[in-house]
């Protein structure tokens, strides 16, 4: 009879282990297949055979197959976060703010330079400006609406020193891209563009832009900007799988290339922390409608 009533313990404890594990395996998500997309800030197809690189290498040291989704718009990555048709992201600081408000975003490494980001204030060198105090009643192109280099900080900033773009300027554009912003500026099509400034190193540096076209005037202070994050249903070990594999770039010195074609010197590990300030500046801005 004793043993009857441990074969009955045993099955019930082993039914409970079941149904446990059960449970995790249905609120997990085993991610077969890692679906990635990258926040679309610029147009150049360097940059999305530098990203195929990058996803390459995950693939390679996670050993889960990867697959690029291409987001048209900062508005189209946020939705196919939303709506889990891609598992991977690289956001943007103020898209990644949103992404974890609206959907959970758990963020997972991010570049050393992302820690203390700056945006440019860029106008053609035949323009006699040195400073935003002579640039009144001239026109300005910002990058997408809910770019954080392109937009958002530089609002932000403007705000601090009392400028408001739509009085202060004659025009208000937005180019939806850093490299189309800086490229309008070089062409006359517009006075002063608003550029991540990482975008504007790199196209000084590839012949893009020359300083005998182009000059900065201002440049931001310092902000937390990009960041990689996943879904929060993401299991554990595949969370670490993945940052481990952003990570391995620091240690393989065969990896020094891509690490500059990304604008890193290394990655570090990332958390919610890192953008909090962000955050209430996003909220502070959108609250007093100082976002359009």
């Excluded at 079941?18 to 998500?29: G, H, K, R, Y």
Aim: charged share 20%; hydrophobic share 40%; proline share 3%.
């Amino acid at each position: 009879m004793r043993g009857f009533v441990n074969w009955k313990t045993l099955l019930a404890v082993t039914i409970s282990f079941l149904m446990v594990a059960c449970t995790e395996s249905d609120n997990a998500n085993t991610a077969e297949t890692l679906r990635i997309a990258t926040v679309p800030d610029q147009k150049n197809k360097k940059n999305n055979i530098t990203y195929q690189k990058l996803i390459d290498h995950i693939a390679a040291q996670t050993g889960i197959r990867t697959e690029r989704v291409n987001a048209e718009s900062y508005e189209a990555l946020l939705h196919l976060f939303r709506t889990k048709q891609i598992d991977l992201a690289l956001f943007g600081g103020v898209t990644y703010v949103k992404a974890h408000i609206k959907s959970n975003a758990v963020p997972l490494v991010m570049r050393d330079v992302d820690g203390f980001f700056r945006s440019v204030a860029l106008v053609h060198v035949s323009n006699p400006a040195n400073d935003l105090n002579d640039l009144k009643k001239t026109s300005i192109a910002f990058g997408a609406r809910l770019s954080t280099s392109g937009h958002y900080m530089p609002r932000y900033f403007f705000q601090q020193q009392n400028i408001i773009p739509e009085t202060y300027f004659s025009a208000v554009k937005y180019s939806g891209a850093h490299d189309l912003t800086a490229e309008w500026v070089r062409d006359g099509k517009i006075d002063v563009g608003l550029v991540n400034s990482g975008v504007v190193n790199d196209m000084f540096l590839d012949g893009r832009l020359s300083s005998d076209e182009i000059k900065v005037i201002w440049i931001s202070p310092p902000y937390n900007d990009y960041v990689w994050a996943v879904q929060p249903d993401i299991r554990k070990h595949t969370k670490t799988l993945i940052r481990d594999s952003f990570l391995h770039l620091n240690h393989d010195g065969g990896h020094k290339e891509l690490l500059k074609d990304l604008g890193a010197n290394f990655f570090i590990p990332a958390s919610h922390g890192d953008f909090k300030n962000l955050q209430q500046i996003i909220l502070q801005m959108e609250q007093g409608k100082l976002v359009p």
